[in-house]
């Protein structure tokens, strides 16, 4: 077995336990369509009988993220404020569009979302979020970079993902 080999498992389990310590219903509804998506793919190519391990084993991941009360709230909304919080996504959305407008090509720069943000909204802020709610980040990483390093940043930082 090469070191790569002797890498992947450990790796696997630590990716799969911060998914499940995050507990983002985005990153866990992502990760089950994908495996959802590769186990059809496996068992219409090499056979249903390929895939009745891994899908015993992602039953078994299903069951433990559901057994974990923290991701159990947060992806049946009974967490506190986990149900507003498309509301006040939104909000902060409009509000880094309306500060991107400000300064488009070059941005804010990268403390200034922070600033501009760290009061909340008004009154519609107050009644959505719960108040425990920082506004330390857009909580969209296109909004963040274009908000940060304006649209020639965007266009950049792009680049270098698709180079890399």
């Given at each position: 077995?090469?070191?790569?080999?002797?890498?992947?498992?450990?790796?696997?389990?630590?990716?799969?336990?911060?998914?499940?310590?995050?507990?983002?219903?985005?990153?866990?509804?992502?990760?089950?369509?994908?495996?959802?998506?590769?186990?059809?793919?496996?068992a219409r190519t090499e056979g249903v009988r390929r895939v009745?391990?891994?899908?015993?084993?992602?039953?078994?991941?299903v069951v433990v993220v559901l057994a974990l009360p923290m991701?159990?709230?947060?992806?049946?909304?009974?967490?506190?404020?986990?149900?507003?919080?498309?509301?006040?996504?939104?909000?902060?959305?409009?509000?880094?569009?309306?500060?991107?407008?400000?300064?488009?090509?070059?941005?804010?720069?990268?403390?200034?979302?922070?600033?501009?943000?760290?009061?909340?909204?008004?009154?519609a802020w107050q009644a959505e979020a719960s108040p425990g709610?920082?506004?330390?980040?857009?909580?969209?990483?296109?909004?963040?970079?274009?908000?940060?390093?304006?649209?020639?940043?965007?266009?950049?930082?792009?680049?270098?993902?698709?180079?890399?």
């Amino acid at each position: 077995m090469n070191g790569y080999s002797d890498v992947r498992r450990p790796l696997r389990a630590a990716v799969a336990g911060l998914l499940v310590l995050g507990a983002s219903r985005g990153a866990l509804a992502g990760v089950l369509v994908a495996a959802v998506l590769s186990l059809v793919l496996v068992a219409r190519t090499e056979g249903v009988r390929r895939v009745l391990v891994p899908v015993g084993l992602m039953v078994a991941g299903v069951v433990v993220v559901l057994a974990l009360p923290m991701t159990r709230d947060r992806i049946f909304l009974e967490e506190a404020c986990a149900g507003t919080n498309i509301t006040v996504r939104l909000m902060m959305w409009r509000h880094t569009l309306a500060l991107v407008a400000e300064e488009p090509v070059l941005g804010l720069g990268p403390s200034r979302w922070v600033g501009e943000s760290s009061a909340g909204y008004g009154p519609a802020w107050q009644a959505e979020a719960s108040p425990g709610v920082r506004l330390d980040g857009v909580h969209n990483v296109v909004l963040q970079v274009t908000a940060a390093l304006g649209v020639l940043g965007l266009l950049a930082v792009t680049g270098l993902a698709v180079v890399v």
